[in-house]
């Protein structure tokens, strides 16, 4: 879990960079091949949700015959202080036994009067093997800090109050 949890990492802070500045995210899925290389797929469509459920269908197929494989998308979540904005980042191992991890990125858009903040990731959900959550959470911040332009804006922007 811990190679599809730096690989989201990087997607995720790459998505944060995407709407520090208020932009709508366009769902993106980024995935890794077995000799190493990574590409990247956004899911453009006239409605967003098109385009979640066009890459949820494609991560769930895996038509790149990928190793690794991680969708990026916008919605909300429910915390105990109310509905929030978040990132949603799903990712999935391809292995033998396949694993998925759903985590959700809270943030505070760019249009907020207190400005643009992304919050800690929260676990949503898993399937296959329970994995080991405080590896995952590591790795993640490995991918997170290995972005160049995401991992400065999330370190400045970060707020710990969620």
Sequence with gaps: ?????????????HAVWCVADGETLIPLMG??????????HRFMAERI???????????????????LGVLVYDGFVT?????????????RDYGSPSRSVLMAVPYRP??????????HPKF?????????????????????????KGAPIWSQHLDESL
């Design 1 to 13: 879990m811990n190679s599809v949890a730096k690989l989201a990492g990087f997607f995720a802070a």
């Design 31 to 40: 995935f890794e091949t077995s000799d190493g290389k990574r590409q990247m």
């Design 49 to 67: 949700e098109q385009g979640v459920q066009d890459g949820q269908a494609r991560l769930a197929s895996n038509p790149d015959r990928a190793t």
């Design 79 to 91: 915390l105990a202080t109310g509905k929030t904005d978040a990132l949603f980042v799903d990712m």
């Design 110 to 119: 760019a249009s907020s009067p207190q400005g643009f903040a992304v919050h």
């Design 124 to 148: 949503v959900s898993f399937a296959g093997p329970e994995p080991d959550f405080q590896a995952v959470s590591e790795a993640f911040f490995q991918g997170v800090d290995s972005h160049e």
